[in-house]
């Protein structure tokens, strides 16, 4: 029985002594009920950070699919653009070409008139010049008698063309 005086021994006693009051008051329940209540807690905040992560990815994934649409749109307007502005060129090219042409038209009518115009001034200067000519001439060599002879041939004809 030595061993009552020992201070060891008295610990050992303190510490079942203490761990029977803990038991007897229920404080192992309330610690366990506490570490499941902190494990609750933390489970649900796995779950919920979890759930947080999944909507991030489908967000994520959505802006992903959102910027390929965007992309494919971009490209989509640049492509109809491009032939909107082939179709606008081929387009002012013809109708340049139109508009040279029928300025080439107006410029060629325009020559052909103008020489048409020239010639007949050629011809009219030229009947006027043998006109002068004659009648000079005719001036000159005409006598009376062949003036009246051909005046009564002129009647005669005239008569005969309108009987």
Known sequence: MEFIFEPEFWVAISFFIFVGVLLYLGVHK??????????????????????????????LADYKRKQGDAVKEAEAIVSLAAKEAEILAAETRRSMNEHFERRMKLAEDKIARAEAEALREVRAAAADAAVAAAQSLIAKSLTPETADKLVKQGIDALKGKLN
Not at 44 to 54: I, P, S, T, Y
């Open 30 to 59: 309330k610690l366990a009920a506490a570490l499941d209540a902190r494990a609750a807690t933390i489970a649900k905040e796995l779950d919920e950070a979890k759930r947080l992560r999944e909507e991030a990815e489908k967000v």
